[in-house]
């Protein structure tokens, strides 16, 4: 089986990570599916940014069990059984505060409806997805599950805090 003969789903398609996955599948000569649960646009324009490859734009919520069943259903009859699966949707601490960057949110001032989107989304989102494809990869025996766990700008706040944590304890300077 070479790559083109593989299907991939990336959750989170339309921008930072999922895009950059995405487009690197799609290179890769996978038939890629995108998924988004607000915009509709970003996923297209990543479609459309995949020339000379197949990526498909659909809609759907990856934090409704239903909306990934069905979102599994609609790929398989586009492009074929589901090979790859990256869960990398996710709702961030944005929405827990826009400053959370800078100042640590107080997790008593957060507003559960805003609590249970993100957990639904973050936590629930990647079980439903992998439950929806889990039976199709172990029917034909083969099949991978990606888990993306943190997007690009808490990754460059993690590391800036583990270099500073570094220089604390060597007592070395940067240059």
Not at 103 to 111: G, I, L
Not at 145 to 157: A, F
């Given at each position: 089986m070479t790559n083109h003969d593989k299907v991939a789903i990336v959750t989170g398609g339309g921008r930072g990570l999922g895009r950059a996955m995405a487009l690197g599948l799609a290179r890769a000569g996978f038939r890629v599916a995108i998924s988004a649960a607000r915009r509709r646009d970003e996923i297209e324009a990543v479609a459309r940014e995949a020339t000379g490859s197949q990526i498909e734009p659909i809609m759907a919520d990856v934090s409704s069990a239903t909306d990934c069943v069905t979102l599994v259903h609609e790929v398989e009859a586009r492009l074929g059984p589901?090979?790859?699966?990256?869960?990398?949707?996710?709702?961030?601490?944005?929405?827990?505060?826009?400053?959370?960057?800078?100042?640590?949110?107080?997790?008593?001032?957060?507003?559960?409806?805003?609590?249970?989107?993100?957990?639904?989304?973050?936590?629930?989102?990647?079980?439903?997805?992998?439950?929806?494809?889990?039976?199709?990869?172990?029917?034909?025996?083969?099949?991978?599950?990606?888990?993306?766990?943190?997007?690009?700008?808490?990754?460059?706040?993690?590391?800036?805090?583990?270099?500073?944590?570094?220089?604390?304890?060597?007592?070395?300077?940067?240059?």
């Open positions: 589901v090979d790859v699966l990256v869960n990398n949707a996710g709702r961030g601490m944005r929405y827990i505060s826009e400053r959370f960057l800078t100042e640590p949110a107080r997790f008593w001032q957060t507003v559960p409806e805003t609590w249970r989107m993100v957990i639904d989304t973050n936590v629930s989102g990647p079980f439903y997805m992998a439950r929806a494809v889990a039976p199709g990869m172990i029917a034909r025996g083969w099949g991978r599950i990606i888990n993306i766990s943190m997007n690009h700008e808490t990754m460059r706040r993690v590391m800036g805090l583990v270099v500073l944590i570094w220089l604390l304890l060597t007592g070395q300077r940067l240059r």
